[in-house]
């Protein structure tokens, strides 16, 4: 499996707190992706990273934002969460170098906003 | 139109049928196909690419035809393990990483 983690795993927080969800890896992979998946929607890109400290909004972006400062960590910061940020958010990696430009993904960060 | 289209399922099928899964996608320059599977709560993982000339590892299949923008999937001799959500994942950016997700095809194989 990919080097990849996610932390927390799980949290429960209240509206309107600042949250910071972390994705880590050691594959020294140059793309990095923040997902969400809800029921009904599948997985839905927030924000992606193509080196340190390039990233770029992606379909669902409103509310998220992210940081890149070193190769192996990727930050999504929910500046004030809204209950509609409830979610399984996904991390995943990518290298375009490869033969096979494939996306790896961490477990998951299941995320409660009441 | 979506970007990527699967079968809505749910498929439901007995241990040792054939089942194949469809999916289509709207980009025509679209440069390389993958097929994921996810169990329930857990991460998307990678089943198989998708090559030109179509592909084959154990009892999964996976074929390409670039001129109707269709992948499929087959699996054969089913197995109670192969329960799960099919991903059909395209991407669609032939010098970056624009991978797009198809909503998925939930796979249940009854004993």
């Known amino acids: 499996d990919a080097g990849i983690t996610q932390s927390p795993r799980h949290k429960v927080t209240e509206t309107g707190t600042p949250v910071t969800l972390r994705c880590h890896q050691t594959e020294n992979h140059r793309y990095m992706y923040w997902y969400r998946q809800d029921p009904g929607h599948g997985l839905r890109l927030i924000h992606y990273s193509y080196g340190v400290k390039d990233t770029d909004k992606g379909e669902v972006s409103d509310g998220y934002s992210v940081s890149r400062s070193k190769t192996e960590d990727f930050l999504l910061t929910l500046e004030s969460a809204t209950s509609s940020q409830t979610s399984v958010y996904f991390c995943a990696i990518s290298e375009p170098r490869t033969s096979t430009d494939t996306q790896y993904f961490g477990p998951g960060t299941r995320l409660t906003v009441l | ?111």
């Open chain 2, 1 to 111: 139109r979506k970007e990527v289209e699967q079968d809505p399922g749910p498929f439901n099928v007995p241990e040792g049928a054939t089942v194949a899964f469809n999916c289509t996608y709207s980009n025509s320059a679209s440069q390389s196909f993958f097929w994921y599977r996810q169990d329930c709560r857990k991460e998307p993982k990678l089943l198989m690419s998708v090559y030109s000339s179509g592909n084959e590892d154990g009892r999964f299949t996976a074929q390409l035809n670039r001129a109707s923008q269709y992948i499929s999937l087959l699996i054969r001799d089913s197995k109670l393990s192969d329960s799960a959500t099919y991903l059909c994942v395209v991407n669609m950016d032939n010098y970056g990483q624009n991978f797009v997700f198809g909503p998925g095809t939930r796979l249940s194989v009854l004993p």
